[in-house]
């Protein structure tokens, strides 16, 4: 009776690791982790669409060229309205980090108002040389 027992033992015991054995090479292969690699992604280049969806095109200024992310346009109204109407606008969108700096030399206007607000940044550049009917309004991100 004993034999019999111990028969019926080893033979649960080699088909359980014959079973098991066959699982195991029946798994797919896992994928092997490495740490500390990183991946290179592209980044793209974020661009200013002509009809900018976020309104910091001027609203009396026309489009002259786009390239690379910024936008250029030229106002003939005068340098202070352009510049407040930009820093209004900044501060509408509850922009956090902001600068503004304002130079006036020889009749040259030359302000440029930054401002960030979690991952979107801008930057306008407002120019108006001495003797010049237009001023040029330079949008970057």
Request: charged share 20%.
């Amino acid at each position: 009776m004993h034999i019999a027992i111990l028969i019926i033992a080893v033979i649960l015991v080699g088909g359980g690791i014959f079973v098991r054995n066959k699982i195991t090479v029946e798994s797919p292969p896992e994928e092997e982790v490495v740490l500390g690699e990183s991946v290179p992604t592209d980044t793209p280049v974020p661009t200013i669409p002509p009809t900018d969806p976020d309104g910091f095109i001027y609203p009396a200024a026309t489009i002259g060229s786009q390239s690379n992310g910024s936008v250029t346009l030229t106002s003939t109204d005068d340098a202070q309205t352009i510049t407040d109407w930009y820093r209004n606008k900044i501060k509408q969108l509850n922009m956090n980090v902001r600068s503004f700096v304002q130079t006036t030399a020889n009749d040259t206007v030359n302000n440029v108002l930054t401002a960030a607000k979690n991952e979107s940044k801008i930057k306008v550049t407002i120019t108006k040389r001495d003797g010049d009917s237009d001023v040029s309004i330079v949008i970057s991100r």
